[in-house]
Protein backbone atom coordinates (compact mmCIF):
# COMPACT_ATOMS: atom_id res chain seq x y z
CA UNK A 1 0.00 0.00 0.00
CA UNK A 2 1.84 2.83 -1.05
CA UNK A 3 0.62 6.89 1.31
CA UNK A 4 1.84 9.58 0.19
CA UNK A 5 4.43 11.70 2.33
CA UNK A 6 1.25 14.40 3.40
CA UNK A 7 -1.64 11.78 3.82
CA UNK A 8 1.40 10.22 6.85
CA UNK A 9 2.54 13.64 8.25
CA UNK A 10 -1.46 14.65 8.68
CA UNK A 11 -1.99 11.95 10.19
CA UNK A 12 0.66 11.83 12.85
CA UNK A 13 0.48 15.38 13.17
CA UNK A 14 -3.55 15.55 14.17
CA UNK A 15 -3.45 12.43 15.90
CA UNK A 16 0.04 11.29 17.23
CA UNK A 17 0.49 8.08 18.91
CA UNK A 18 -3.02 7.09 17.61
CA UNK A 19 -2.37 7.88 14.10
CA UNK A 20 0.63 5.83 14.49
CA UNK A 21 -1.34 3.00 15.71
CA UNK A 22 -4.03 3.60 12.81
CA UNK A 23 -1.68 3.74 9.89
CA UNK A 24 -0.11 0.39 11.27
CA UNK A 25 -3.77 -1.05 11.40
CA UNK A 26 -4.87 0.53 8.33
CA UNK A 27 -3.96 -2.87 5.87
CA UNK A 28 -6.33 -4.97 8.53
CA UNK A 29 -9.06 -2.16 8.64
CA UNK A 30 -9.53 -2.30 4.50
CA UNK A 31 -8.97 -6.35 4.51
CA UNK A 32 -12.00 -6.44 7.13
CA UNK A 33 -14.41 -3.28 5.65
CA UNK A 34 -13.89 -5.95 2.23
CA UNK A 35 -14.94 -8.66 3.58
CA UNK A 36 -17.32 -7.56 6.06
CA UNK A 37 -19.26 -5.88 3.03
CA UNK A 38 -18.01 -8.05 -0.08
CA UNK A 39 -16.49 -5.21 -1.72
CA UNK A 40 -13.43 -5.56 -4.44
CA UNK A 41 -11.27 -2.28 -3.37
CA UNK A 42 -9.98 0.16 -6.04
CA UNK A 43 -7.06 2.57 -5.53
CA UNK A 44 -7.45 5.65 -2.87
CA UNK A 45 -8.65 8.95 -4.34
CA UNK A 46 -6.19 12.06 -3.46
CA UNK A 47 -6.20 11.55 0.48
CA UNK A 48 -5.85 14.21 3.24
CA UNK A 49 -6.96 12.86 6.75
CA UNK A 50 -8.84 9.84 5.74
CA UNK A 51 -8.11 6.76 3.46
CA UNK A 52 -11.09 6.82 1.00
CA UNK A 53 -10.56 4.80 -1.78
CA UNK A 54 -13.01 3.43 -4.84
CA UNK A 55 -15.09 -0.12 -4.17
CA UNK A 56 -17.25 -2.02 -5.85
CA UNK A 57 -20.25 -4.24 -4.32
CA UNK A 58 -20.50 -7.68 -5.07
CA UNK A 59 -23.84 -6.97 -7.43
CA UNK A 60 -21.43 -4.54 -9.30
CA UNK A 61 -22.35 -1.48 -7.79
CA UNK A 62 -20.12 1.69 -7.32
CA UNK A 63 -19.55 2.99 -3.96
CA UNK A 64 -16.50 4.64 -2.02
CA UNK A 65 -15.22 3.35 0.82
CA UNK A 66 -14.28 6.02 3.57
CA UNK A 67 -12.15 5.15 6.78
CA UNK A 68 -10.35 7.52 9.27
CA UNK A 69 -8.82 7.28 13.00
CA UNK A 70 -11.78 7.73 15.19
CA UNK A 71 -12.94 10.52 16.23
CA UNK A 72 -15.94 12.99 17.23
CA UNK A 73 -16.66 14.62 13.17
CA UNK A 74 -16.18 11.54 11.76
CA UNK A 75 -18.89 10.48 13.45
CA UNK A 76 -20.76 12.89 13.21
CA UNK A 77 -20.94 13.05 9.86
CA UNK A 78 -21.98 9.27 9.48
CA UNK A 79 -24.77 10.49 11.83
CA UNK A 80 -25.64 13.05 9.99
CA UNK A 81 -25.37 11.21 6.62
CA UNK A 82 -27.96 8.61 8.31
CA UNK A 83 -30.38 11.59 9.08
CA UNK A 84 -29.78 13.21 5.55
CA UNK A 85 -31.08 9.81 3.90
CA UNK A 86 -29.88 11.08 0.64
CA UNK A 87 -31.30 14.35 0.32
CA UNK A 88 -29.28 16.74 -0.91
CA UNK A 89 -26.27 14.26 0.09
CA UNK A 90 -24.97 11.00 -0.95
CA UNK A 91 -26.72 8.13 0.61
CA UNK A 92 -24.91 6.02 3.23
CA UNK A 93 -25.07 2.52 2.84
CA UNK A 94 -22.68 0.54 5.40
CA UNK A 95 -21.02 1.99 8.24
CA UNK A 96 -19.13 0.33 11.14
CA UNK A 97 -19.25 2.92 13.78
CA UNK A 98 -16.54 1.75 16.28
CA UNK A 99 -13.83 1.49 13.30
CA UNK A 100 -15.47 4.57 11.93
CA UNK A 101 -15.23 2.82 8.62
CA UNK A 102 -18.56 3.55 5.74
CA UNK A 103 -19.59 3.22 2.99
CA UNK A 104 -21.02 5.84 0.35
CA UNK A 105 -22.82 6.16 -2.93
CA UNK A 106 -20.44 6.71 -5.32
CA UNK A 107 -22.15 9.95 -7.60
CA UNK A 108 -22.51 10.21 -11.16
CA UNK A 109 -21.13 11.68 -12.89
CA UNK A 110 -19.08 13.08 -10.26
CA UNK A 111 -17.55 16.38 -11.39
CA UNK A 112 -16.88 18.93 -8.60
CA UNK A 113 -18.87 22.38 -8.66
CA UNK A 114 -15.67 24.11 -8.96
CA UNK A 115 -15.22 22.60 -12.27
CA UNK A 116 -17.73 24.79 -13.66
CA UNK A 117 -16.84 28.47 -15.10
CA UNK A 118 -20.16 30.19 -14.30
CA UNK A 119 -19.25 31.50 -11.01
CA UNK A 120 -23.14 32.98 -10.79
CA UNK A 121 -24.45 29.43 -11.75
CA UNK A 122 -22.00 27.73 -9.21
CA UNK A 123 -23.32 29.93 -6.71
CA UNK A 124 -27.20 29.15 -7.66
CA UNK A 125 -26.41 25.64 -7.48
CA UNK A 126 -24.84 25.64 -4.14
CA UNK A 127 -27.92 27.32 -2.68
CA UNK A 128 -30.33 24.79 -4.10
CA UNK A 129 -27.85 21.48 -2.55
CA UNK A 130 -27.35 23.73 0.97
CA UNK A 131 -30.60 24.13 2.19
CA UNK A 132 -32.07 20.82 0.88
CA UNK A 133 -29.56 19.45 4.09
CA UNK A 134 -30.49 22.25 6.66
CA UNK A 135 -32.96 20.13 9.32
CA UNK A 136 -33.81 20.20 12.90
CA UNK A 137 -30.91 18.52 14.89
CA UNK A 138 -32.55 15.75 16.96
CA UNK A 139 -30.95 16.64 20.36
CA UNK A 140 -30.21 12.76 21.33
CA UNK A 141 -27.45 12.65 18.41
CA UNK A 142 -23.80 13.45 18.76
CA UNK A 143 -23.82 16.19 16.37
CA UNK A 144 -20.74 19.15 16.57
CA UNK A 145 -22.15 22.28 18.45
CA UNK A 146 -20.67 24.74 16.30
CA UNK A 147 -19.95 27.37 19.64
CA UNK A 148 -17.15 24.05 20.21
CA UNK A 149 -15.40 25.73 17.06
CA UNK A 150 -14.81 29.11 17.91
CA UNK A 151 -14.62 28.13 21.80
CA UNK A 152 -10.79 27.82 20.92
CA UNK A 153 -10.64 31.64 20.40
CA UNK A 154 -10.75 32.26 23.86
CA UNK A 155 -6.76 30.45 23.89
CA UNK A 156 -6.01 32.52 21.43
CA UNK A 157 -4.95 35.86 23.31
CA UNK A 158 -4.02 34.00 26.90
CA UNK A 159 -1.13 32.10 24.77
CA UNK A 160 0.37 34.69 23.17
CA UNK A 161 0.78 37.13 25.52
CA UNK A 162 -2.50 39.01 25.03
CA UNK A 163 -1.55 39.23 21.04
CA UNK A 164 -3.52 37.11 18.20
CA UNK A 165 -0.60 35.54 17.13
CA UNK A 166 -0.30 34.34 13.35
CA UNK A 167 -3.62 36.15 12.34
CA UNK A 168 -3.81 40.00 11.75
CA UNK A 169 -5.27 42.05 14.94
CA UNK A 170 -7.71 43.68 12.92
CA UNK A 171 -9.71 39.83 11.41
CA UNK A 172 -9.66 38.58 15.16
CA UNK A 173 -11.22 41.36 16.16
CA UNK A 174 -13.80 41.66 13.83
CA UNK A 175 -14.66 37.67 14.26
CA UNK A 176 -14.78 38.78 18.09
CA UNK A 177 -17.50 41.15 17.14
CA UNK A 178 -19.62 38.95 15.17
CA UNK A 179 -20.04 35.96 16.98
CA UNK A 180 -21.95 36.96 20.07
CA UNK A 181 -24.76 37.77 16.83
CA UNK A 182 -23.62 34.48 15.25
CA UNK A 183 -24.16 32.61 18.08
CA UNK A 184 -26.65 33.78 19.95
CA UNK A 185 -29.98 31.73 21.55
CA UNK A 186 -32.58 33.27 19.54
CA UNK A 187 -30.53 32.03 16.48
CA UNK A 188 -32.67 28.63 14.94
CA UNK A 189 -30.32 25.74 15.64
CA UNK A 190 -29.83 23.74 12.81
CA UNK A 191 -28.41 20.95 11.35
CA UNK A 192 -26.04 22.00 8.49
CA UNK A 193 -22.72 20.86 6.74
CA UNK A 194 -20.14 22.67 8.15
CA UNK A 195 -17.49 22.22 5.38
CA UNK A 196 -19.71 23.57 2.34
CA UNK A 197 -17.73 24.70 -0.47
CA UNK A 198 -16.99 24.04 -4.11
CA UNK A 199 -15.41 20.96 -3.94
CA UNK A 200 -17.42 18.99 -1.49
CA UNK A 201 -20.66 19.38 -4.14
CA UNK A 202 -20.47 16.88 -6.79
CA UNK A 203 -22.87 16.28 -10.08
CA UNK A 204 -25.32 13.35 -9.77
CA UNK A 205 -28.02 12.10 -11.86
CA UNK A 206 -30.10 10.99 -9.51
CA UNK A 207 -30.74 14.67 -7.96
CA UNK A 208 -33.20 17.03 -9.38
CA UNK A 209 -30.92 19.71 -9.36
CA UNK A 210 -28.65 17.57 -10.93
CA UNK A 211 -26.04 17.91 -7.73
CA UNK A 212 -25.52 16.40 -4.06
CA UNK A 213 -22.70 17.14 -0.84
CA UNK A 214 -20.50 15.10 0.46
CA UNK A 215 -18.18 15.25 3.48
CA UNK A 216 -20.73 16.89 6.13
CA UNK A 217 -19.23 17.60 9.09
CA UNK A 218 -22.79 17.54 10.63
CA UNK A 219 -22.42 20.94 12.59
CA UNK A 220 -25.59 22.19 14.61
CA UNK A 221 -25.56 26.18 14.34
CA UNK A 222 -27.47 28.89 12.86
CA UNK A 223 -27.42 28.36 9.11
CA UNK A 224 -25.82 32.08 8.36
CA UNK A 225 -22.09 30.30 9.23
CA UNK A 226 -22.68 27.93 6.09
CA UNK A 227 -21.98 30.60 3.41
CA UNK A 228 -18.28 31.59 5.25
CA UNK A 229 -16.67 28.03 2.90
CA UNK A 230 -18.73 28.92 -0.05
CA UNK A 231 -17.44 32.84 0.20
CA UNK A 232 -14.24 31.83 0.24
CA UNK A 233 -13.49 29.41 -1.88
CA UNK A 234 -11.96 28.22 -4.35
CA UNK A 235 -9.52 30.72 -2.65
CA UNK A 236 -6.81 30.50 -5.95
CA UNK A 237 -9.96 31.33 -8.44
CA UNK A 238 -10.56 34.14 -6.39
CA UNK A 239 -7.75 36.09 -6.54
CA UNK A 240 -6.74 35.06 -10.24
CA UNK A 241 -10.24 36.66 -10.99
CA UNK A 242 -9.04 40.27 -11.22
CA UNK A 243 -11.89 41.34 -9.24
CA UNK A 244 -12.65 39.43 -6.36
CA UNK A 245 -15.04 42.04 -4.48
CA UNK A 246 -17.54 42.12 -7.56
CA UNK A 247 -17.08 38.08 -7.69
CA UNK A 248 -17.86 38.34 -3.72
CA UNK A 249 -20.93 40.97 -4.32
CA UNK A 250 -22.74 39.06 -6.41
CA UNK A 251 -22.60 35.72 -4.75
CA UNK A 252 -24.08 37.36 -1.78
CA UNK A 253 -26.50 38.93 -3.55
CA UNK A 254 -27.25 35.26 -4.94
CA UNK A 255 -27.18 34.14 -1.42
CA UNK A 256 -29.79 36.64 -0.21
CA UNK A 257 -31.84 35.84 -3.17
CA UNK A 258 -32.35 32.20 -2.53
CA UNK A 259 -32.25 32.38 1.87
CA UNK A 260 -34.73 35.92 2.14
CA UNK A 261 -31.62 38.18 2.75
CA UNK A 262 -30.66 41.07 1.29
CA UNK A 263 -27.10 41.17 0.21
CA UNK A 264 -26.78 43.82 3.62
CA UNK A 265 -26.89 41.18 5.91
Sequence with gaps: MHL?????????????AEGERWLADLPELLNKAAHRWDL???????????????A???DGTQAVLKIGVPNRELKSEMTALRLFAGEGACRL???DDEDCAFLLERLSPGQMLVSLDDDEARTHIACQVMTRLWRPAPSELPFIPLSSWFAKLDKLRP???????PFPRWLVERVEALLPDL???????????????HFNVLSAERSECGWLAIDPKGVVGPV?????????????DLLKSGDPVRI??????ILGEHLGLSAAH
Excluded: K
Aim: aromatic residues 10%; charged residues 15%.
Design 56 to 58: TRA
Design 224 to 236: GYEVGPLLINPWD
Design 248 to 253: TERRLA
Design 183 to 197: LHPSNPQMLIHGDFH
Design 93 to 95: LEA
Design 4 to 16: TETFLHNIRNSFG
Design 40 to 54: SLGEPFLLSYNYVCA
Design 159 to 165: GHGGGTG
